[in-house]
């Protein structure tokens, strides 16, 4: 089997210095949409050095991501088919807000194998630091299918019940056909978002949007919307992947506000409202 859980678990942190400044972050703002329209003061705020905000999710390219998705399925244990990997879910912890420029010590580590029977769930966690302690922590559950069925722990289910009732709010989104072109510059460089015969290797029509491009384009909506603009708000946040987006596709995200955090989904309007993100809870002061 390609995958030793055991092994993978004990296998030793990958620890290394990552750094960004505002240049990282103007191109990460733009990878998940921002900057339309271009002088819009509320976009200015994501696309200008002299206004920047940094928008949280930004965390999951920090340094090009290192250690990095990519770079977990080469650890001790793994070995793995990338067009068989599927990124499941997201979870990220901020522990204060992120600096526009920065250097800072991350470390990576497998913290748990799943089986769930027809593909195995890795969950793979990155610790961030600078001097002055910890900065966030990032959960990444990748799927590979076809590496399950070793009889190992299933793990935890993260399926919520739907929030009740009409959202407070709804944006819609359209996704430029470029967007994951652009997207990847930030650092995730699979195939799968921009080459169209690695995408049907993998079983897909054609290059499908980054799973955290999605992402960070909701918690934008978010904070947009219902956390005054106020990214330092943000504590947490987490998401299940439950379907992909082409590029030039339009999302529709719904809102639903409770007490310290906001509930939302996420379906495609080209395709009759089809799941993209679900579970997703973001967590706010």
């Known amino acids: 089997m390609p995958i030793d859980a055991a092994k993978a678990l004990a296998a030793e942190p990958r620890t290394g210095e990552i750094t960004w400044d505002h240049k990282d972050v103007l191109l990460y703002h733009l990878g998940i949409g921002a900057g339309r329209p271009a002088t819009d003061p509320d976009e200015l705020r994501y696309t200008l050095e002299s206004r920047l905000h940094v928008l949280p999710s930004f965390a999951t390219v920090a340094g090009n991501g290192s250690p990095g998705v990519i770079s977990g399925l080469s650890m001790p244990g793994v070995e793995v088919d990338l067009a068989r990997v599927l990124h499941g ?15 800072a010590t991350a470390t990576g580590r497998i913290a748990a194998v799943h089986d769930k029977g027809k593909a195995a769930v890795l969950v793979m966690r990155t610790e961030v630091a600078d001097a002055d302690g910890p900065l966030w922590t990032n959960d990444a559950q990748i799927f590979v299918r076809g590496e399950g069925g070793w009889g190992g722990d299933r793990g935890p289910s993260v ?18 056909e470029d967007q994951a072109l652009l997207y990847r510059l930030s650092g995730d460089w699979n195939p799968l978002h921009a080459d169209p015969d690695f995408a049907k290797r993998a079983g897909f029509e054609r290059p499908i949007l980054h799973g955290l491009c999605t992402y960070g384009i909701t918690l934008k909506a978010v904070v947009d919307t219902l956390l005054d603009g106020d990214a330092t708000r943000v504590r947490g946040y987490s998401t299940r992947f439950a379907g992909v ?10 809102m639903w506000r409770e007490d310290g955090r906001v509930r939302v989904t996420v379906g495609a309007v080209d395709r009759d409202d089809a799941p993209v993100l679900a579970d997703t809870v973001v967590q706010h002061s």
Not at 89 to 103: D, E, K, N, V
Not at 161 to 176: F, I, K, L
């Open 245 to 254: 987006v082409f590029p030039g596709e339009t999302l529709r995200i719904r």
């Open 89 to 103: 879910g997201q979870t990220l912890g901020i522990h204060r807000p992120i600096p526009a420029r920065g250097t």
């Open 159 to 176: 399926r919520r019940e739907p929030p009740a009732g009409d959202p407070d709010r709804t944006v819609e989104h359209p996704v430029r």
